[in-house]
């Protein structure tokens, strides 16, 4: 065989120098990017989340087949037969988040909203695609797992304890909670004795009490008073001014225009649009569905993984979850 030569896989980096604009400021901006809007903390890449359904269907309700009268008086309990229906919740979704932003994610009833936030933040699996995180994910939602047979006192701390902090720093961070969540002398109460108000204004002040790298809201703000809902929108600034991620889902059109600047529209699974909020908000209020978009479930190119900075999260095959929006 004959000798190759060794191969230099050293760059001249001075062949590079002129190639890209160098970056500017904390969060590595480059000239014509949006203020405020830093480096990708998460990459979605083509998400299909499809999940099965167990349950009974009608004898013969397929196939037309219709059984004598006979049959029925005597066979009720046999008029049913198990069927496994599946679901195909999220279609091919595909888009990049960066430092600094706040995301509205709107839609109808059922167009997979929740379903697709919990798959981003890792609570359930997805069937293909990926999802590259870049950050630790914290996901608010008015189903939160909180303990209702457990003191308020109680839950915030195995909230903090979830969220990473040691004992000492829940007890450092307990005062302010209880203040965030004005729930006063309620704290030393089971939460079962609370009102829906009080267990969300509990459950965003434990979320939020460790700013996360990615914060994702679903409908936590929806039974929350005035007040409780401008101490939010105060607290998610807070976020995106130390350099966070805030995905927002409600369908409150107000609460997304007001605490975010992109939104995206999901519809039947699908990402129909992607921009800023205005312009998405006035076509959703309209119910004018563009054509579908590059990155939905059309065979649309992949979305490539950021380089040196998140990690990947391999897709989970075949999985059977039960979540929906």
Not at 189 to 203: I, Q, T
């Amino acid at each position: 065989m004959a000798e190759t030569d060794d191969i230099d896989f050293s760059l001249d980096q001075e062949a590079f120098a002129g190639d890209l604009p160098p970056r500017t400021g904390a969060g590595g901006l480059r000239p014509g990017q949006p203020d405020g809007i830093g480096v990708p903390t998460m990459v979605v890449d083509q998400v299909h989340v499809s999940y099965r359904v167990f349950g009974g269907r009608k004898l013969g309700a397929s196939t037309g087949y219709k059984p004598s009268l006979y049959r029925r008086l005597f066979n009720r309990a046999a008029g049913t037969v198990g069927s496994v229906s599946e679901v195909h919740a999220v279609r091919g979704v595909s888009f990049v988040a960066h430092e600094g932003e706040s995301i509205g994610i709107v839609g109808r009833n059922g167009a997979g909203k929740t379903t697709l936030l919990r798959a981003i933040a890792g609570l359930m699996p997805y069937s293909a695609g990926a999802v590259y995180a870049g950050g630790q994910c914290a996901l608010l939602g008015v189903n939160a797992a909180l303990l209702t047979a457990l003191t308020g006192e109680r839950n915030i701390m195995l909230g903090g304890l979830a969220l990473g902090l040691t004992r000492a720093q829940v007890r450092e961070r307990f005062d302010s909670i209880v203040a965030f969540a004005d729930i006063g002398d309620f704290v030393r109460l089971p939460m079962n004795a609370y009102s829906s108000g009080m267990a969300s204004r509990l459950r965003f002040a434990i979320s939020t009490s460790k700013v996360p790298d990615i914060l994702m809201i679903d409908e936590a703000l929806s039974t929350g008073d005035a007040e409780f809902q401008r101490r939010s929108r105060d607290k998610i600034l807070e976020v995106k001014d130390q350099a966070g991620t805030v995905f927002l889902v409600s369908h409150s059109a107000k609460a997304v225009e007001a605490m975010c600047e992109r939104a995206l529209w999901l519809d039947k699974g699908e990402l129909v649009m992607d921009g800023p909020v205005g312009e998405v908000m006035a076509a959703y209020k309209a119910g004018a569905v563009p054509p579908p978009r590059l990155g939905s479930a059309g065979g649309a190119p992949a979305c490539p993984p950021v380089a040196g900075g998140p990690t990947r999260a391999e897709a989970a095959s075949g999985a059977e979850a039960g979540g929906r929006d």
